[in-house]
């Protein structure tokens, strides 16, 4: 069963700051990893998508990448904001692409 | 479009009365999920569709949970009876399950939640 794992489980930054954070998962047959965002109260809005072909993605100021053999993922946010602010969940998906699994997420919070 | 919603955003109830949670899926998407969110186990998938069938129920906690999608235009979570430990936040998300200009499509696109809390 593909366990996702997220660190740190929470994160705060003054703001420009650069930020790594991490995601580990156990099965390595993966056809896709997803990054999301979620906002207090809100529902999950997708940042980024990696497909299991692709080294990484970037949009804007984010970079996920992707290191299948090692099951292990990092989104790299740069210069920090405080609108950056929310919880970044990471998901994988199988092959054969059905559902996803999702970690626990990881808390951030930009200060100003 | 107006993104997946869901009613209601918020709901109360006292245990042993039944729930209905409802989904509108954006025009056009294929494949619907149902995930429930709480602190100690984070997002959970209970159920998904494509193409209006139920495909993977096997996150359904129990037989007091059902779904149905009569249509590509709405599906519903029902609870009954609801229990104190069946308070979380629901979501429903949808997805084009596909090729798009040649580009997969898989990303999934979330509604904003249902509240509910059981007393």
């Known amino acids: 069963k593909q366990e996702v794992t997220q660190i740190p489980a929470a994160l705060s930054v003054p703001e420009g700051e650069n930020l790594v954070l991490n995601c580990s998962f156990t099965?390595?047959?993966?056809?896709?990893l997803q990054w999301f965002r979620q906002d207090p109260g809100k529902g999950l809005t997708s940042l980024l998508l990696i497909q299991s072909s692709q080294r990484e993605q970037t949009s804007g100021r984010l970079n996920a990448s992707l290191d299948k053999s090692s099951g292990r993922s990092t989104l790299y946010i740069a210069a920090s904001q405080p609108g950056d602010s929310a919880t970044y969940l990471c998901a994988v998906a199988p092959s054969g692409y059905s559902t996803l699994t999702f970690g626990k997420g990881t808390m951030l919070l930009v200060s100003p | 479009d107006a993104g997946v919603i869901q009613s209601p955003r918020h709901e109360v109830t006292e245990m042993g009365q039944e729930v209905t949670l409802r989904c509108k899926p954006i025009s056009g998407h294929n494949s619907l999920f149902w995930y429930r969110q709480t602190m100690m186990r984070g997002l959970e998938l209970l159920i998904y569709f494509n193409n209006n069938v139920p495909i993977d129920d096997s996150g359904m906690p129990e037989d007091r949970f059902s779904a149905k999608m009569p249509n590509a235009s709405f599906s519903t979570l029902k609870i009954q009876p609801s229990e104190p430990r069946d308070s979380a936040v629901y979501f429903c998300a949808s997805r084009l399950r596909g090729l798009a200009g040649g580009l997969s499509t898989d990303t999934q696109y979330f509604g904003p939640g249902t509240r509910l809390t059981v007393l």
């Open positions: 099965d390595s047959a993966i056809y896709n």
